[in-house]
Each structure stands twice: as structure tokens, then as C-alpha cells.
């Protein structure tokens, strides 16, 4: 039974490995679009006016939303995770 703990363990310490690289892509895609509108002007930048601005600024908004909640949803996922190998290991003290 501790052997298959173990693999069911590395199993998720890979897959918790692979959600944190694509979060982090998505985390680099977020910081860079923040230094893109940075770099935007404060005189009257070329968006087609105050609608493509904000239609610009809407974009970068929901890309750190974005961001945001892909964070809280591997925390979500790490803490459902780890609840269950907790309950194995408890049962398994019991036995």
C-alpha cells in the first residue's frame, strides 16, 4: 500500500510540475503584455481613439484575470490533491 502512495505522490508531484509551467507561460505572456502597455504613450496614442483603447486595455485586464484564476485553480487542484493522499495515509495508520 506505501508503494502505491508513492507512485500515486509522483504522479501528482509531475502533474502539479507540468500545471505550474503552463501557468508560468501564461504568467510570461501577462508580464510582458504589462510591459507592452508601459511602454504605450501618455499623449494621445493611435487605438482608433478612446474605444480601441479601452477595448486594448479590456484585453490586458482579462489576460491578469486570467492569470489569476489559473493560479487559484492549481492551488485548488494541489489542495484536493493532498486531501486525498491525506485520507489514504490516515486510513492506512488505522490498518
Known amino acids: 500500500m506505501e508503494q502505491k502512495i508513492t507512485e500515486i505522490i509522483t504522479h501528482m508531484s509531475h502533474s502539479h510540475q507540468q500545471m505550474a509551467r503552463v501557468i508560468d507561460a501564461e504568467r510570461q505572456v501577462a508580464?510582458?503584455?504589462?510591459?507592452?502597455?508601459?511602454?504605450?504613450?501618455?499623449?494621445?496614442?493611435?487605438?482608433?481613439?478612446?474605444?480601441?483603447?479601452?477595448?486594448?486595455?479590456?484585453?490586458?485586464?482579462?489576460?491578469?484575470v486570467s492569470y489569476l484564476?489559473?493560479?487559484?485553480?492549481?492551488?485548488?487542484?494541489?489542495?484536493?490533491n493532498l486531501g486525498f493522499v491525506l485520507k489514504e495515509m490516515r486510513s492506512q495508520d488505522e490498518e
Do not use: C, W, Y
Request: hydrophobic share 45%.
Open 31 to 64: 508580464v510582458r503584455m504589462a510591459q507592452v502597455v508601459h511602454a504605450i504613450p501618455d499623449t494621445e496614442p493611435g487605438f482608433e481613439g478612446v474605444p480601441g483603447l479601452i477595448e486594448n486595455s479590456g484585453r490586458v485586464n482579462k489576460s491578469v
Open 69 to 80: 484564476n489559473a493560479i487559484a485553480d492549481l492551488q485548488e487542484a494541489m489542495a484536493e
